[in-house]
């Protein structure tokens, strides 16, 4: 028999908007190279005074594109693993079942699944409040809520609590945040406990 089933959603579901937007950042880092491809298409000398820029400021130029590149990368991994992402979690005949799914483009794929019985499970504990630079240092951050310890020592982090609402929702050190990383947290420790 299964008992009550937990789904949180960094993204609402009823939130149109909100599923353009977190589509939208995730092609963000890409907006600048199409600008480029677009200007250089119809102006022939862009090309030309790109190209003598590059020459004379070589170092310069390659460590901004190498910065780019690797904040792209980074931008883009963070939204696909943290922001269009639902997770799930319930207990069936005493197994506590974790699924992460990543739903993109109405896609739904599965990223992480745990199975875990009950009575491996020595404590459940609330996941600390992540620094404030941390924020800052990642703007699509996240902060998982529950921490699930088994006997056997292994930890396991899960359930997002920042939420893709409002800009205050989105900061995993917001009291929006708190709120809701306290309500996941006592759902899963009440469902785990029972």
């Known amino acids: 028999?299964?008992?009550?089933?937990?789904?949180?959603?960094?993204?609402?579901?009823?939130?149109?908007?909100?599923?353009i937007y977190a589509h939208f950042i995730l092609f963000t880092p890409f907006i600048p190279i199409i600008v480029l491809g677009i200007i250089c298409h119809y102006n022939k000398e862009v090309i030309k005074t790109l190209y003598q820029a590059f020459l004379e400021q070589k170092v310069f130029l390659i460590i901004f594109?190498?910065?780019?590149?690797?904040?792209?990368?980074?931008?883009?991994?963070?939204?696909?693993?943290?922001?269009?992402?639902?997770?799930?979690?319930?207990?069936?005949?005493?197994?506590?079942?974790?699924?992460?799914?990543?739903?993109?483009?109405?896609?739904?794929?599965?990223?992480?699944?745990?199975?875990?019985s009950l009575s491996e499970i020595l404590e459940v504990k609330e996941v600390k409040k992540p620094s404030i630079?941390?924020?800052?240092?990642?703007?699509?951050?996240?902060?998982?809520?529950?921490?699930?310890?088994?006997?056997?020592?292994?930890?396991?982090?899960?359930?997002?609590?920042?939420?893709?609402?409002?800009?205050?929702?989105?900061?995993p050190t917001s009291e929006i945040t708190d709120e809701r990383a306290r309500k996941i947290y006592n759902e899963v420790k009440n469902m785990i406990s029972k």
């Open 1 to 19: 028999m299964k008992v009550k089933e937990l789904k949180i959603s960094p993204v609402q579901e009823s939130s149109s908007f909100s599923k």
């Open 133 to 171: 630079l941390y924020y800052f240092l990642n703007p699509i951050g996240h902060r998982n809520s529950v921490e699930i310890e088994t006997r056997d020592g292994k930890k396991y982090k899960i359930m997002n609590s920042v939420s893709f609402e409002n800009k205050k929702s989105q900061n």
């Open 65 to 116: 594109v190498i910065l780019w590149l690797w904040g792209m990368i980074n931008m883009s991994r963070e939204v696909l693993n943290y922001l269009l992402t639902e997770e799930v979690c319930y207990i069936e005949n005493k197994v506590f079942y974790y699924q992460k799914f990543r739903r993109i483009f109405g896609t739904r794929k599965i990223m992480k699944k745990l199975e875990i």
